[in-house]
């Protein structure tokens, strides 16, 4: 079993900055593919970006170029550096794991473990 747990959320403005972090705990954190998804209201949850255990990693068209994933295996915590916010950002915002076996998978289901997730909001 894995626990994860969402922070960094809150309310920025169009243009700005934003990290959130997820700490993990329970199984050994390495063995991981660590993963953020983000719902807005009345929309599915989309995927965002993830990484392995090696630190390669891989995001959805929308956010590259202005978001950047980062792991600290030692610390158990993966991070989500988010640059150049706009509107259309504004989720919940959620980390998840699944085990490492060296595909990207970019749908919600094959993930096994979620945190409680955060708010992101981003005014116009």
């Known amino acids: 079993q894995v626990q994860l747990v969402e922070s960094g959320g809150g309310l920025v403005q169009a243009g700005g900055s934003l990290r959130l972090s997820c700490a993990a705990s329970?199984?050994?954190?390495?063995?991981?593919?660590m993963a953020w998804f983000r719902q807005a209201p009345g929309k599915e949850r989309e995927f965002v970006g993830c990484?392995?255990?090696?630190?390669?990693?891989y995001y959805a068209e929308s956010v590259k170029g202005r978001f950047t994933i980062s792991r600290d295996n030692a610390k158990n915590t993966v991070l989500l550096q988010m640059n150049r916010l706009n509107p259309e950002d504004t989720a919940v915002y959620y980390c998840?794991?699944?085990?490492?076996?060296?595909?990207?998978?970019?749908?919600?289901?094959?993930?096994?473990?979620w945190g409680q997730g955060t708010q992101v909001t981003v005014s116009s």
């Open positions: 998840a794991a699944r085990q490492w076996d060296g595909t990207v998978v970019v749908t919600s289901t094959s993930y096994d473990y």
């Open positions: 329970g199984r050994t954190f390495s063995n991981y593919v």
């Open positions: 990484i392995g255990r090696s630190g390669i990693s």
